[in-house]
């Protein structure tokens, strides 16, 4: 089977078409490597003020951040008979992604890459609780580690540039 990603940006983002399909190459290469399978994920990337407004409604933390993932797991049948699962939506701040990339050390595709994947697992009922990724720290929790398993895999990828 397959997996359906739907991926969309703000307008006012001027996001190249070619940066949305490889985003979407990327999260199909990542679920199939994970085995995710008939599942549908949408992925919006957006601005600062958009950001923090959803996670100032859903989070009560008035700031913005870099990822979101929103879990839904409701299922629905296409017209052709195949169950779908909803996974859910990431929402990816690209005001915030450059500020991240600087603070790891990283190019913004490489940052772009983690967000992707963080929002990924989170979709699947992974978790990091308060452990959050530390330049130059060796994850402790099952998500993070899986998480930089799955970068390690794809180093070789490319979204933007």
């Known amino acids: 089977m397959s997996n359906r990603i739907l991926i969309d940006a703000q307008e006012e983002l001027s996001l190249s078409d070619s940066v949305l399909e490889k985003a979407e190459h990327f999260v ?21 003020p958009t950001i923090q407004d959803l996670n100032s409604q859903y989070r009560n933390i008035d700031a913005p951040t870099d990822v979101l993932s929103f879990e839904n ?14 996974a859910g939506d990431i929402i990816i701040s690209m ?26 697992l989170h979709l699947h009922g992974m978790d990091h609780g308060e452990e959050h990724v530390q330049k130059d720290t060796e994850p402790e929790c099952e998500m993070l580690k899986v998480q930089k398993k799955i970068l390690e895999a794809f180093s070789t990828e490319t979204i933007i540039g």
């Open 28 to 48: 199909e290469k990542v679920m199939a490597f994970q085995k995710y399978d008939s599942e549908e994920v949408s992925v919006l990337f957006c601005d600062d």
């Open 73 to 86: 797991g409701s299922t629905y049948e296409d017209e052709d008979g195949t169950e779908w699962l909803l």
């Open 95 to 120: 005001q915030t992604l450059p500020k991240n990339a600087q603070y790891f050390e990283v190019d913004e595709d490489e940052e772009l890459k983690r967000l992707l994947v963080h929002g990924l």
